[in-house]
């Protein structure tokens, strides 16, 4: 059990705004392959070799897949959000730097959150580009951004972090 103090972290009015550019990227996470759902081959590539290559196929259902798992995946970040004082902290957390530390680390979550998105977003227009027969818009660059911007973010947060312990 945690021994951090347990407070109560108002939601800011930038929070709100991310918040709904998030459930915003959900939404066009669905709406997308809804609305290109007819134009679909029966059979779609879901998994690619590193030379865009298709190596998996499933039926065209299966473009769903990614969206629904980040749904799943959004409602949990935003659920383990709301307790702070549960999460690992790189500094000692006190009663004095307990809000600004669990501000810290909701900023990182909601980075992360957003970058998340964004990437399986990329991912989920890249399976419908390619299904279409114009050839894979290239997965290997865009993971290379995604894991730097990962690691840059929590990187970023760490220094944050100990800089106001």
Not at 14 to 42: E, G, R, T
Request: some cysteine.
């Amino acid at each position: 059990m945690s021994k951090n103090p347990k407070i109560d972290i108002e939601r800011t009015q930038s929070d709100q705004i991310w918040y709904l550019i998030h459930w915003a990227l959900v939404l066009c996470m669905f709406l997308i392959p809804a609305f290109c759902y007819k134009s679909l081959p029966d059979s779609i590539a879901t998994h690619f070799k590193g030379r865009r290559e298709a190596d998996g196929f499933g039926s065209k259902w299966t473009i769903f897949l990614i969206p629904f798992i980040n749904l799943i995946l959004h409602i949990f970040l935003n659920l383990i959000r709301r307790y702070p004082h549960t999460f690992n902290y790189t500094v000692n957390i006190t009663p004095e730097n307990a809000e600004k530390q669990y501000r810290i680390a909701l900023k990182m979550m909601s980075v992360l959150q957003t970058i998340m998105l964004v990437f399986f977003l990329y991912i989920t227009i890249m399976m419908i580009h390619n299904a279409d027969g114009e050839g894979s818009m290239g997965i290997g660059l865009a993971t290379i951004f995604f894991l730097v911007a990962i690691f840059s973010t929590i990187v970023v947060m760490f220094i944050s972090s100990n800089k106001h312990k």
